[in-house]
């Protein structure tokens, strides 16, 4: 019988990572970000959106700077000192003035600054925990078993419920709905990319990647990372509509920002208790459809842009 | 099968021992005067005391736990304080749980049957006036927040069809709009959901082979392609029946309906606190148990899922 023990153990030794040989293999002149942006400028609905979104929340940055423009907290007086209650919309007041006079253009943007700010930290947060309780999830195979009982464990109870018994126990405010709405959003996050990755882990490029001896790194940075970050921006992007929601819902509940701050979520509610008299209903129109706007423009930018860094739409 | 079952059911009795430790635990963490009543600025110390003593406060926490436990193997959700002072939970709750149910379970069916049909026509339209009308209504459902169109559902559905603005159960024109409102979203989710697995289906291979077998198209559709969409269907039918029955705090609250949605919302805004432990308590098991009973339901459908392979969802 022929045994082989005699064939030299370097033949199994795997080869030097070599970044010149590694790139003639590669697509030639493929980039990823330039094919995203690229099938992403085809979208023009999109397009639209993307200019739309940018202009407003550059205006909701810069309102206050602009000549004429009376703080959102200010309450109006007349010449004879009344307050100037229940403006309807004009010159002087373009989308009116509220019950106790104050202009409510100046709150609308303050409101809608307020509340995007929310979204946007609970987003970024919700992102950061989500991608490393995910990665980890689905990478470490020693951590699968735990992670998911905590996962089981979390997604079982409704997001409601959570969210209603953090602002119930901690005192309502800014900080206290950031951390209720983190505290539930990153679910969804954590599990799309753990299962992403489990998908993708042991295809066989990734094999082939790592028999040819491409370094942790790299592969997920050129196999992995790519695969993900339509997933990202997606769930990113939705979470800010989400967020307006949830704090509109614990407005209402009596659980949300004090009255004085202003916020989409505020302006909502002070619109709805008075929405039986017609006449005052531009209270509750207007801010309604900025927030209107808002989130359906991030849902359609965060669907589009998911459509587009998809590598698998780039060929 | 019967294994899974098994495992599947104490998982979620862990879940629920959880769930309720933590939701008692966090209770605790509430300043005491939720439990003086209405008049706690009128008491002195020692009444207080005596308040405190009553409700067993004063004992160390997990004295508190285990008295907890025994009380709800009895049944005892606790006694409301200030909602409707010295009436046992379940006493108030009892009445509530018919039209919460009635409404979850009716909107279910009509956003079941409505939005299947709607995503099937979608998928079969693609790209046509049908789909894009129906597109259009999901991203808005999806985007706006319910909170938001549901008050103009309320608004202008009162308003231009003069229907009832609240709910009064003597009065069928006033069930309507909460039963629109509270269907809305599921129709879009179905709808959205169908649609996506139409057009996926319509590409597979097995469609094509029964085509060239000679297959009518509407046998094809009916022992084939619907009979697939029957497993995720079942998976997630439970847990969103209850978390409709459960859910809809907010619409019960809008319309008034006496369900028990309206009342977390009535007694988050007075501070009751035994009332809120208990709503929070049964809305959360009730999201257990649809869960579980989801997957137990897709496992006995779908002959292919041995899920005692520690397969997570």
Redesign the interface.
């Known amino acids: 019988m022929k045994t082989y023990d005699d064939i030299p153990a370097e033949l199994f030794v795997p080869s030097p990572m070599d970044r010149g040989e590694a790139e003639k293999t590669g697509y030639s002149n493929y980039s990823y970000w330039r094919s995203t942006i690229r099938i992403f400028l085809q979208n023009r609905a999109a397009l639209f959106l993307l200019f739309l979104l940018g202009i407003l929340v550059l205006f909701t940055v810069v309102q206050p700077l602009f000549p004429g423009q009376r703080p959102a907290t200010q309450v109006n007086f007349d010449a004879k000192g009344f307050p100037l209650r229940n403006i309807q919309p004009g010159k002087e007041y373009w989308f009116g003035t509220n019950a106790i006079g104050q202009d409510l253009w100046s709150r609308i943007w303050h409101g809608t600054r307020t509340s995007l700010l929310i979204g946007l930290l609970v987003g970024i947060v919700e992102m950061g925990i989500g991608i490393v309780y995910g990665a980890l999830w689905g990478y470490v195979r020693r951590l699968e078993?735990p992670l998911?009982?905590v996962?089981?464990?979390l997604?079982?109870?409704?997001n409601?419920?959570i969210l209603?018994?953090m602002a119930?126990?901690l005192r309502p405010g800014f900080s206290t709905m950031v951390t209720a709405m983190c505290l539930t959003g990153w679910h969804g996050m954590a599990r799309f990319i753990r299962n992403q990755i489990v998908i993708i882990r042991d295809r066989e490029y990734n094999l082939a990647s790592r028999c040819l001896g491409t370094g942790t790194g790299r592969i997920i940075y050129k196999n992995l990372l790519p695969y993900l970050v339509s997933v990202v921006m997606l769930q990113t992007a939705l979470s800010i509509?989400?967020t307006?929601?949830?704090e509109?819902?614990l407005t209402?509940?009596?659980?949300g920002l004090p009255i004085d701050v202003p916020s989409l979520g505020n302006l909502?509610n002070e619109g709805?208790s008075i929405?039986m008299s017609p006449e005052l209903?531009y209270q509750?129109i207007f801010p309604?459809i900025v927030?209107?706007v808002i989130?359906?423009s991030?849902?359609?930018l965060g669907n589009a842009f998911a459509d587009a860094s998809d590598p698998r739409n780039h060929l | 099968m019967f294994i899974y079952s098994l495992k599947r059911l104490a998982?979620?009795l862990?879940?629920l021992v959880?769930?309720v430790t933590v939701?008692f635990l966090?209770?605790r963490?509430?300043p005491v005067e939720g439990y003086f009543g209405e008049r706690f600025d009128k008491l002195d110390d020692s009444q207080k005391e005596a308040i405190l003593d009553k409700y067993g406060l004063l004992d160390p926490w997990y004295v508190q736990l285990f008295n907890f436990y025994a009380d709800l193997s009895r049944g005892d959700l606790g006694t409301s304080i200030i909602y409707r002072a010295n009436v046992p939970v379940s006493k108030i709750i009892k009445p509530r749980i018919p039209y919460s149910v009635n409404f979850g379970i009716s909107a279910t069916v009509i956003s079941l049957i409505l939005g299947l049909g709607i995503g099937k026509k979608m998928a079969t339209h693609k790209g046509r006036a049908w789909d894009r009308v129906w597109t259009g209504y999901i991203?808005?459902v999806?985007?706006?927040?319910?909170?938001?169109y549901l008050?103009?559902v309320q608004?202008y559905g009162s308003d231009l069809l003069h229907l009832p603005m609240l709910f009064d159960k003597y009065r069928i024109g006033s069930w309507i709009l909460p039963l629109v409102s509270l269907s809305l979203g599921g129709i879009a989710f179905n709808a959205m959901w169908m649609r996506r697995y139409m057009v996926d289906e319509l590409n597979r291979d097995y469609l094509k082979l029964g085509q060239a077998k000679g297959l009518p198209y509407k046998k094809i559709m009916r022992k084939h392609v619907m009979r697939n969409a029957y497993v995720p269907l079942a998976q997630y039918l439970p847990a969103t029946l209850l978390?409709t029955v459960?859910?809809s705090?907010?619409i019960e609250?809008i319309y008034s309906i006496p369900g028990m949605g309206g009342l977390?919302?009535d007694v988050?805004?007075r501070q009751d606190n035994p009332m809120?432990q208990a709503l929070?308590l049964i809305?959360?098991s009730?999201?257990?148990v649809g869960?579980f009973l989801g997957d137990i339901l897709m496992a006995l459908i779908d002959p292919r899922i041995k899920l005692n392979k520690?397969e997570?969802r």
């Not at chain 1, 997604?155 to 409704?158: A, G, V």
């Not at chain 1, 209402?252 to 659980?255: H, P, Q, R, V």
């Not at chain 2, 999806?142 to 938001?148: F, K, R």
Request: no cysteine.
């Open positions: 078993r998911t009982e996962f089981n464990v997604h079982n109870i409704p409601t419920i209603i018994l119930y126990i509509p989400s307006i929601g949830w509109v819902f209402y509940l009596g659980l909502v709805r929405m209903r509750l309604t927030l209107s989130t359906v991030f849902y359609i | 998982q979620s862990v879940t959880i769930v939701v966090l209770m963490l509430l991203i808005l999806s985007a706006v927040p319910s909170t938001v008050l103009f608004l978390s459960a859910g705090i907010y609250s977390l919302v988050i805004g809120v929070v809305f959360s009730v999201g257990i869960l520690g997570t």
